[in-house]
């Protein structure tokens, strides 16, 4: 079937840690998405790539990093994990054309201790 | 700032109608979307508007209107498994989408 996946589902992890969290997706599509959510928040854009070899900043990227060296794979880095970066992580990807609308993995439930 | 707004959370009864309402201000206008997010799980697309009017897609309907920045959610014979959160985003002169909180929809039997 295609879309995206993303691992792990869910991770405890002491602070201070590094942490990958992977994202793939099958459907060719050029744009991909990092986005966080907490509760009572909206989400929020961390990073994002437009095309492979480019990567581009959002909202909240400070202690965040991401790669994008080929169009299917866009994963998360966490050089050093801290509490507040306990949350619900969702990777996106968009087709070019259309309305443009986001298909997200079923997201990644990362606690920082 | 860029801002969405919409309700925290709303009851409605099994068979019958709900409006979910969003308002937004943002830097330009390039299209609004409606997501649905069951607890626990990704938020999964249900409509775009990027003209003023209404959209209806089954028993949703998405409507706009440009000039008070706001659009609307219909959901009609509403449906147990329609318990979800409601998501509203627009998509902004840059391209990017500024998203609400969402409105987490109870429906009661």
């Known amino acids: 079937i295609a879309g995206i996946t993303q691992a792990p589902t869910s991770q405890i992890l002491a602070a201070g840690r590094r942490m990958t969290l992977r994202c793939t997706q099958d459907?060719?599509?050029?744009?991909m998405y990092w986005y966080r959510q907490d509760l009572g928040l909206g989400l929020r854009l961390i990073h994002y790539?437009?095309?492979?070899?480019?990567?581009g900043k959002g909202e909240v990227p400070d202690g965040y990093s991401v790669s994008r060296a080929n169009t299917d794979d866009f994963p998360l880095t966490l050089a050093s994990a801290v509490p507040s970066q306990t949350s619900v992580y969702f990777c996106?990807?968009?087709?070019?054309?259309?309305?443009?609308?986001?298909?997200f993995g079923e997201g990644s439930r990362l606690t920082v201790l | 700032g860029q801002n969405i707004d919409q309700p925290t959370e709303m009851t409605a009864t099994e068979g019958a109608i709900v409006q979910i309402n969003c308002t937004y201000q943002?830097?330009?206008?390039?299209?609004l979307f409606w997501y649905q997010q069951h607890a626990g799980e990704a938020p999964t697309f249900l409509s775009y508007n990027v003209l003023d009017g209404l959209e209806e897609k089954g028993r949703f309907s998405s409507f706009l209107s440009r000039s008070k920045g706001y659009s609307y959610l219909l959901l009609k014979e509403l449906q147990m498994k329609d318990s979800a959160s409601y998501l509203c985003a627009v998509r902004d002169s840059n391209y990017q989408l500024i998203w609400g909180a969402g409105t987490k929809l109870i429906i009661k039997p």
């Open positions: 790539s437009n095309t492979a070899g480019t990567t």
């Open positions: 996106a990807s968009s087709e070019e054309g259309g309305t443009g609308e986001l298909f």
């Open positions: 943002t830097s330009g206008f390039n299209g």
């Open positions: 459907m060719r599509h050029n744009a």
